[in-house]
C-alpha cells in the first residue's frame, strides 16, 4: 500500500492528482453500469502508481497522462472510436456478439436471412430475437435487416456466425457486399464434412486474401454473454496486428479476449472438443463415478492433442480458454446440447430421437466422423474419440464402449508422435 500512501499524501496537488484519477475511473465503469467500491479504486489506483511513477512520494503530471492514457486502453466503458459492425448470423452466438458490441458502444446490424424477417423486424420494434432467447430484452441499439448490402455497407468490422456446415454457400451469396478490406471475425465453430475444412480454409477459398482474419472461442454460453456475464475468451489471427486491434475493439469490462496467433489450435480445439462433451454426456448419464468420467475425458484430450499438433497447432493452446476452457464448459456447464445428446444416447434414445430431445444443432456428431478421417490422413491413433465414433455408428453400445476403451493394449502415457503431415 506504500503507492496508495503516497499518492494520497497530504498535499494540495497529491488530492488534485488522486481526484482526477479516480474521477476518470469512476466515469468510465459507469459507462458499463458499474459502481466501483472504494476498495477496487484504491487498488487499481495502487497498480497505476506503480506502473507509471518514478517517485512514490512525488506524482509528475507527464505520469498523472500517463495513467489516464492506460486507463483509456483498458476495456472500460464505451470504445475510444465506435464503427459500424455487421454480425452475419442471427442464431444465439451471433446474437451474443451483438450485444457485447454494442455494450461496447458499436452501432450493430445483424443480417438475417430472408426468410427472417418477421425475427429481424421483432428486433427492430421489441428488442427480442423471437428465434432464439425471445424473452430476452437487448440493447436497444442493436438493428436488424434482411438486406445483405445495406447491413454491409461501408462496415469496419464483420462478423461471421453461420454454422460451419451452411457457411460455404452462405459466403458465395454475400462477398460481394462485404466492404474490401475488412476485417472479418469468425465465431463459427465446426469443420466442414465434405472437405474437412476449418473456418479459416472456408473463408480464404471464398474470399481470398483480401480480408484480415480473426478467430474468437473459448467457453462462452451464448446466454451468458447476452446477459452480460463475466466471459473470457481466446482471440486468433495469424497477423499479430490483427489480433491486437481487433481485440481492442471488442473487449470490455464483461467480455475478455486474451490474443494468440495459433488459428489452426483454436480451430481445431473449439471443434473437435464437442465429440468430447458426447462422452462426457454419456459417462454421466450411465451413473460413471468421476473416476471414469474424467479418465475417459482425459484420455479422449490426449488424442485431440494429437490432432492438434498434427494439423499445425501449438500445444499450449490446448491450455488456453479456447482448449481446456471451452471444453470444461461444454461438458459440466449445463446448457450443452452435445452433453445433452450424449446423454439421451445413454439412456437408450435412438441417434434420431437425441438429436430431437438436444434442442438444436448437435456439431459433435459430424465432427465424430470428421475426427476418423483427419486421424486416418494424419495416421494418428486415436483410440478413445475413435471408440465415440463407432458407438455413433451404432457397433458399440454406451457401456461397451467403457469397456472397449479399458482393455485397450497398455502403452506409455504419450507416445511420441510421428512424423505428420496431410500432405
Excluded at 497529491?14 to 469512476?26: A, Y
Excluded at 492514457?69 to 442471427?90: E, L, Q, W, Y
Amino acid at each position: 500500500m506504500f503507492c496508495l500512501m503516497a499518492i494520497t499524501a497530504d498535499s494540495e496537488d497529491m488530492q488534485i492528482h488522486r481526484e482526477t484519477i479516480l474521477s476518470e475511473l469512476k466515469r468510465r465503469f459507469s459507462e458499463d453500469g458499474i459502481e466501483v467500491s472504494e476498495e477496487l479504486q484504491n487498488v487499481i489506483l495502487s497498480d497505476l502508481v506503480e506502473a507509471h511513477c518514478q517517485s512514490k512520494s512525488q506524482i509528475q503530471t507527464n505520469e498523472i497522462d500517463a495513467m489516464l492514457d492506460d486507463i483509456s486502453h483498458r476495456p472500460i466503458g464505451v470504445a475510444n472510436t465506435s464503427f459500424k459492425v455487421c454480425v452475419m448470423g442471427g442464431g444465439a452466438f451471433g446474437t451474443a456478439m451483438a450485444c457485447a458490441l454494442a455494450r461496447r458502444g458499436h452501432h450493430v446490424t445483424i443480417l438475417m436471412l430472408p426468410d427472417e424477417a418477421k425475427h429481424a423486424e421483432n428486433i427492430n420494434k421489441v428488442h427480442k430475437n423471437s428465434m432464439c432467447f425471445a424473452d430476452v430484452i437487448l440493447p436497444a441499439s442493436i438493428k436488424a435487416s434482411t438486406n445483405a448490402e445495406d447491413a454491409l455497407a461501408d462496415a469496419s468490422l464483420v462478423f461471421h456466425a453461420i454454422p460451419v456446415q451452411y457457411s460455404r454457400k452462405y459466403l458465395q451469396k454475400v462477398k460481394k457486399h462485404i466492404p474490401q478490406s475488412c476485417p472479418i471475425i469468425s465465431v463459427s465453430k465446426g469443420i466442414s464434412m465434405d472437405t474437412l475444412s476449418f473456418m479459416d480454409d472456408i473463408l480464404r477459398e471464398e474470399l481470398g486474401d483480401a480480408h484480415p482474419l480473426a478467430f474468437v472461442a473459448g467457453p462462452s454460453f451464448a446466454i451468458g454473454i447476452i446477459q452480460g456475464e463475466p466471459t473470457w475468451c481466446t482471440l486468433a489471427a495469424s497477423d499479430v496486428n490483427t489480433a491486437r486491434s481487433v481485440q481492442k475493439l471488442i473487449s470490455s469490462s464483461t467480455f475478455r479476449t486474451y490474443y494468440t496467433t495459433d488459428v489452426v489450435g483454436l480451430e481445431a480445439c473449439s471443434a473437435l472438443k464437442n465429440v468430447l462433451s458426447i462422452l462426457c454426456g454419456m459417462s454421466l448419464a450411465l451413473g460413471h463415478s468421476p473416476n471414469t468420467t474424467n479418465g475417459l475425458l482425459t484420455r479422449a484430450w490426449a488424442d485431440l492433442r494429437l490432432l492438434v499438433i498434427g494439423l499445425g497447432g501449438r500445444s499450449e493452446t490446448m491450455s488456453a480458454l479456447c482448449g481446456i476452457g471451452d471444453l470444461m464448459l461444454t461438458c459440466y456447464g449445463g446448457l450443452s446440447r452435445n452433453a445433452k445428446f450424449g446423454q439421451l444416447l445413454a439412456e437408450g434414445l435412438t441417434i434420431e430421437k437425441a438429436l430431437e430431445g438436444a434442442g438444436g444443432v448437435v456439431e459433435g456428431l459430424p465432427t465424430s466422423k470428421a475426427v476418423q478421417k483427419l486421424a486416418e490422413k494424419l495416421k494418428i491413433k486415436i483410440p478413445v474419440l475413435n471408440s465415440v465414433a463407432l458407438l455413433l455408428d451404432g457397433k458399440l453400445t454406451p457401456r461397451d464402449m467403457v469397456t472397449y476403451v479399458m482393455t485397450l493394449p497398455l502403452s506409455e502415457e504419450f507416445p511420441g508422435l510421428p512424423a505428420l503431415s496431410l500432405a
